[in-house]
């Protein structure tokens, strides 16, 4: 026995698969399935009136540029060379902000 047959086994003898070839009957007889998606109403987003909305302020940054800040925050959720990207950037992310 050789060092290949060792490691991968004796080759085993080839076997002969036969293909069966559909009828035309049995192509034809069959009807292709339509499946029906359920349709989606999308309620429609209505804004509270109520304060518990965050604001965020756009104001000025003591190193430099601007910052986008919740209301009440220690901390600025992002800085922006100026006070136009900083609303632009309210806008884009569905904030609401007041500028300072």
């Known amino acids: 026995m050789s060092f290949w047959s060792k490691l991968f086994g004796k080759k085993k003898p080839e076997q002969k698969v036969e293909e069966v070839k559909p009828t035309v009957e049995a192509v034809v007889a069959e009807e292709p399935v339509v499946v029906e998606e359920p349709v989606v109403v999308e309620e429609p987003v209505v804004a509270e009136e109520s ?3 965050d604001v965020y302020l756009v104001k000025k940054h003591t190193q430099e ?3 986008v800040i919740k209301k009440g925050g ?3 959720t992002r800085r922006v060379p100026t006070q136009a990207a900083g609303v632009e950037y309210c806008k884009v992310n569905g904030l609401k902000c ?3």
């Open 98 to 100: 007041d500028v300072l």
């Open 74 to 76: 220690k901390r600025a």
């Open 65 to 67: 540029g601007w910052q």
């Open 51 to 53: 304060g518990d909305e």
